[in-house]
């Protein structure tokens, strides 16, 4: 593992990794690479991924080891240290899953096999295969079924053909279920594609109409793949009721298999978040507190840091999604400061991208409480995140948001030169430029009408024809867009249209 690699895994690493991985190490006697580790350690406190090369070269830290007195190579200790820190990682997860102990029966047996206890071998690969077709683990179960083959042709009994025959039978099932599975595996991430990539279908359309209780064989997993397939394209094609319907039939799925639930809950739980979204979209909330509460419940079973850090960042955006939009705003701010002590705790494990998204949603709840100072702050604050290509364009929104917050406050100062800066940005985009151009020339016109202190009516009546214009323009971008939206589209339309109607902008999110 290269020294970037590592800096990375150990930024990476919560409080938590990093006792266990120490404790490990002094069991170990890892004296030596303990001293490179500390070395890291300090280097990413203060170093990004994003910087590119570390500030401390390979031949430094060689050179530091050798002033030390260790004479192992950078390179050998690299190793120690990834290679203890996975393992630490490991034993950290108290919450064992059912995978993990197959995999370590499977491993047991090939020892076992080897050393000619074949009896006992092939009694390990029945227990481990048991588990692997009982939690539908099926690829394992077919590798578990060539070693029994294997191992019971070694045996010298009356019945190892017999034996052989049944395993050879239970490969050809589980190939089949595998061949199933595969198939809605495949197409639930060509949707997925088709999806994020905005891309218009090239084939024949998905049959809808097809039950996925008629799937055969009726695996848990090829009908979950059917399940997704069937939500993502309805959301491709824009139908936000339909993929709420279908997540809430993969939910049920769920809680008919508990068992799998509990196995794969990091899956379960992405499923849950997914269902909570197509229901903010849809603004259908029948299920929303019941299915918010689940998740609640999860996170008080007490569960490792990783899936700790994922429960509680989808808790808290499910619920500030949910507040904006019950008309619950008091709630949805308040709710920020523990998003930024979570951001805090959690770091390693919330993406810049989310982080975007909890910081946009607040400086839209500003908005709506009409906070404009705080929501200035938020802008600046959320600008100043380091680029991120995913979410990039929240950060672009966000200086247009600054210009309107800017109009609200009337800073006439800061407007002009606001605007241009934003115009030339804006000119060399590659992508929306028509959208971008639109907001900000008619953002231009209403600032230049704010900075000529004209008479209060004449001013009124000069904004408001500003602003029907302006309604006017979002109205026919709406129109002639066959896709998605910009994002930041809604916000800006509900702003000028509580400007041409004379309320304010809570009262249009209201409706």
Same mark, same amino acid.
């Given at each position: ?243 709420? @319907?279908?997540? =809430? !039939? /993969?939910?049920? %799925?769920?809680?008919? *298999?508990? +068992?799998?639930? $509990? ?52 808790? @808290?955006?499910? =619920? !500030? /999604?949910?507040? %904006?939009?019950?008309? *619950?705003? +008091?709630?949805? $701010? ?178």
């Amino acid at each position: 593992m290269r020294t970037k690699d590592l800096l990375i895994l150990i930024k990476n690493l919560s409080k938590a990794d990093k006792k266990s991985f120490t404790t490990l190490a002094e069991k170990q006697d890892g004296v030596q690479y303990l001293l490179l580790y500390k070395e890291l350690e300090k280097i990413s406190k203060t170093w990004s991924p994003e910087n590119g090369v570390p500030p401390v070269s390979d031949a430094a830290l060689a050179l530091k080891l050798k002033k030390n007195g260790i004479k192992t190579s950078l390179a050998t200790l690299r190793t120690y240290i990834a290679d203890t820190i996975l393992k630490s990682l490991r034993l950290l997860n108290d919450n064992e899953n059912k995978r993990d102990k197959i995999e370590s029966k499977i491993k047991n047996a090939s020892i076992l096999e080897n050393r000619g206890l074949l009896l006992i071998a092939a009694q390990t690969l029945n227990e481990a295969l048991e588990l692997a077709l009982y939690y539908q683990y099926h690829a394992l179960a077919i590798d578990i079924l060539m070693s029994l083959v294997r191992v019971e042709s070694q045996i010298d009994s009356r019945t190892y053909a017999d034996s052989i025959k049944h395993y050879l039978g239970k490969i050809k099932d589980l190939v089949g279920h595998l061949d199933v599975e595969s198939h809605h595996y495949v197409e639930y991430y060509h949707t997925f594609l088709r999806f994020r990539l905005g891309a218009q279908p090239n084939h024949a359309p998905i049959n809808v109409n097809q039950d996925f209780k008629e799937i055969v064989p009726p695996t848990f997993l090829s009908k979950m793949y059917y399940l997704q397939k069937l939500s993502l394209n309805a959301l491709y094609l824009e139908n936000n009721k339909e993929a709420c @319907l279908y997540s =809430e !039939q /993969l939910l049920s %799925l769920w809680q008919e *298999q508990k +068992e799998i639930k $509990e196995e794969r809950l990091s899956q379960y739980v992405r499923h849950l978040y997914n269902y909570l979204n197509f229901c903010v979209a849809e603004k259908n909330f029948q299920h929303y507190e019941l299915y918010l509460n689940e998740l609640k419940s999860i996170r008080q079973r007490g569960w490792h840091f990783d899936l700790e850090a994922e429960l509680n960042q989808n808790i @808290l955006m499910a =619920e !500030q /999604l949910y507040y %904006l939009n019950t008309d *619950q705003i +008091e709630s949805a $701010e308040a709710l920020f400061p523990l998003i930024l002590s979570t951001i805090e705790k959690y770091k390693p494990k919330i993406s810049k991208a989310r982080e975007i998204s909890f910081r946009y949603n607040n400086i839209i709840a500003l908005f709506a409480l009409q906070d404009f100072k705080n929501a200035q702050h938020q802008c600046i604050d959320l600008i100043e995140i380091e680029y991120h290509e995913h979410r990039h364009d929240i950060q672009l929104l966000a200086k247009v948001l600054q210009i309107i917050i800017y109009l609200e406050l009337g800073n006439h100062k800061a407007l002009d030169s606001i605007v241009i800066k934003l115009g030339r940005l804006f000119r060399y985009a590659e992508t929306g430029r028509d959208f971008e151009r639109m907001v900000l020339r008619n953002l231009y016109k209403l600032a230049k009408t704010y900075m000529e202190n004209l008479p209060e009516k004449e001013n009124e009546k000069k904004n408001k024809k500003h602003f029907e214009l302006f309604y006017k323009d979002l109205l026919q971008y709406q129109k002639d867009t066959p896709r998605t939206l910009r994002t930041g589209f809604d916000e800006i339309l509900f702003w000028v249209q509580s400007k041409v109607e004379g309320v304010t902008y809570r009262e249009i999110l209201k409706r």
